[in-house]
């Protein structure tokens, strides 16, 4: 019985297992399955382990991906086909769950109840886009308020776009995508799909426990590939979040994704890349990498019938603070905002440290945000830009030799970046500050008082980790 080109009877056996890769003989060449199809093998303790087909090899072997551990896995082991290729439940049993890669649950809360599955997998993604082209630009720019003052004021959020939080290790990525989580879902009563992508377990638990205590994990569906498992795991599970968000997308629902983080879904891509005997690119990454960064963001997109969009928000690693590792440029040529975490302003003590020169948003637009919100912005850039300036004289000659203009644009930026920060609801337990959401009309009220200097006469302290300006 031969089933989209695949024979489900066929079995074959295992000749070779290199860690993740494990290498499967059939009898004949019409018995080898296709591409990305799904093998099912056990271990001598019985347990089962899921094998992905990545590559043909000569001699009928079809040369597999493994997404479990394939410790005690046994040369000559049977392998049988276990359908095409993954798909995992969709629809309003996922809710409140966690799953893995292969849709199984990982919360210990039992069987998922669903009506069908999705196959992770989109082979006809080429014509799609071609034919979704159109249906993929803006219908009218819908602003997403986040509380967040900086990110509303410098990168404001529009549905059905692509934001990027980029940072190397402890910046705060996953702190800020949580905080995100926690204002846009409750504010919007939206639908949310949390992908965690090769990052610490512990996060992934806090989060489940956080989302919990704010009310949010009924409208929050989770899937986790974590650093501890294979990169097959890690790297599909980008694929597996993109599935279930798109299920929600056509009910014609607006869905939010967050991926923590998705410069570890290109990590295990290099990974699987070097066990497959790939010659790597650039700086020791895969030849296929930008059609693997393309794959996934390529389907974060509006629907072509015109009903639910997918906005999302992803973390992305960035190794040793280099914003022009190839990995990184790859992904953020797909994003509409860029927001740059600096380990200056962490040191500095300013919290979210998101670098308003360095990040940049197509939707910082006056045809988007409106005239008053756009010229706030502008002149707030202007403003840091010559504070930069006037920074570096002051470290040299000190602050008594400006200019009395200069050092009035010069604490009027202090006091605009102290205003900038905020305290975070997920960072209570931290700062000792209760969290505080902020609108945008707030946020550019207060931006105008500073600007205007009409608070000159007041500390900069006074703006230090604040909400609103009182």
Known sequence: MREGGINQQAKGRIVAVQGPVVDVRFATAEDVPNIFTMLETYTVEGEKIALEIAEHVPGNIARCISINSTINLQRNQEASVAGGSIQIPAGEGLYGRLIN??????DQKGDIAYQEKSSIRRPDMGTRIKTAKDASRRKGSEVMETGIKIIDLLSPLVKGSKTGILGGAGLGKSVLTLEIIQHIVKRYQGSCVFVGIGERIREGNELYFELLKHDVLSK???????????????????????????????????????????????????????????????????????????????RIRSSQEGGGSITSIEAVYVPADDLTDPAVVAIFSFLDSVLVLSRERIQLGLYPAIDPLQSSSANLDIDIVGKRHFEVAQEVIRIFQRYEELRRIVLVVGIDELSSSDRIIYERARKLQNFLTQ????????????????????????????????????????????????
């Open 220 to 298: 929050t569906m989770m899937v986790f590939g974590q650093m501890n498992e294979p990169p097959g795991a890690r790297f599909g599970v980008a694929m597996t979040g993109i599935t279930m968000a798109e299920s929600i997308q056509k009910k014609n629902q607006d869905v939010l994704l967050f991926c923590d983080n998705i410069f570890r879904f290109v990590q295990a891509g290099a990974e699987i890349s070097t066990l497959l005997g790939r010659v790597p690119s650039e700086t020791g990454y895969q030849p296929t990498l930008l059609a693997e960064v393309s794959e996934f963001h390529e």
């Open 101 to 106: 890669v292969l849709g199984d649950p990982i």
């Open 423 to 470: 305290p975070f609801f997920v960072g209570e337990a931290y700062t000792g500050k209760a969290g505080a959401y902020v609108t945008v009309e707030l946020t550019l009220e207060g931006c105008e008082r500073i600007i205007a200097g009409r608070v000159d006469s007041r500390p900069e302290e006074e703006f230090y980790l604040i909400g609103a300006l009182p």
